[in-house]
Nanobody, 122 residues
C-alpha cells in the first residue's frame, strides 16, 4: 500500500531555513503528482508546492515562490521541500500528499501522510 512519511519540521527563527523530507513507498507507477500542503490553526489547508514525478514540472503557491524549492530523489523515492527565508506566516503543519493524476496542481488527493510541524519565530 502507498505510504508517505514526512519529517524535518522544527523551530526556526524568521529568515532561517528548513528542509522537509517525505519518504514514499508502495507506488507501482511513476505517473503521479506529489506535493506539500500546509494548514495553520484557524486557516484552510492549502497546497504549497507539488511536482510531477516523471517530468519534474512544479507548481508553487504565490506566497512561497522564490523561497521554497520542491524536488525529488528518484532512487530513494523521497520528496523534499527546501524552505528558505522563512517567515512567521509559514508556521503550519506540513503534510506530504500524492495524487494518481499527474497534474502538479493536485486537484485531487488520494494519499496523505502524517504532518510535520514547522514553527517560525519572530
Amino acid at each position: 500500500e502507498v505510504q508517505l512519511q514526512a519529517s524535518g519540521g522544527g523551530l526556526v527563527q524568521a529568515g532561517g531555513s528548513l528542509r522537509l523530507s517525505c519518504i514514499t513507498s508502495g507506488f507501482t507507477s511513476d505517473d503521479y503528482a506529489i506535493g506539500w500542503f500546509r494548514q495553520a490553526p484557524g486557516k484552510a489547508r492549502e497546497l504549497v508546492a507539488a511536482i510531477n514525478w516523471i517530468s519534474g514540472s512544479a507548481y508553487y503557491v504565490d506566497s512561497v515562490k522564490g523561497r521554497f524549492t520542491i524536488s525529488r530523489d528518484n532512487i530513494k523515492n523521497t520528496l523534499f521541500l527546501q524552505m528558505d527565508t522563512l517567515k512567521s506566516e509559514d508556521t503550519a503543519v506540513y503534510y506530504c500528499a500524492a495524487s494518481r493524476r499527474n497534474s502538479a496542481t493536485m486537484p485531487e488527493v488520494d494519499y496523505w501522510g502524517q504532518g510535520t510541524q514547522v514553527t517560525v519565530s519572530s
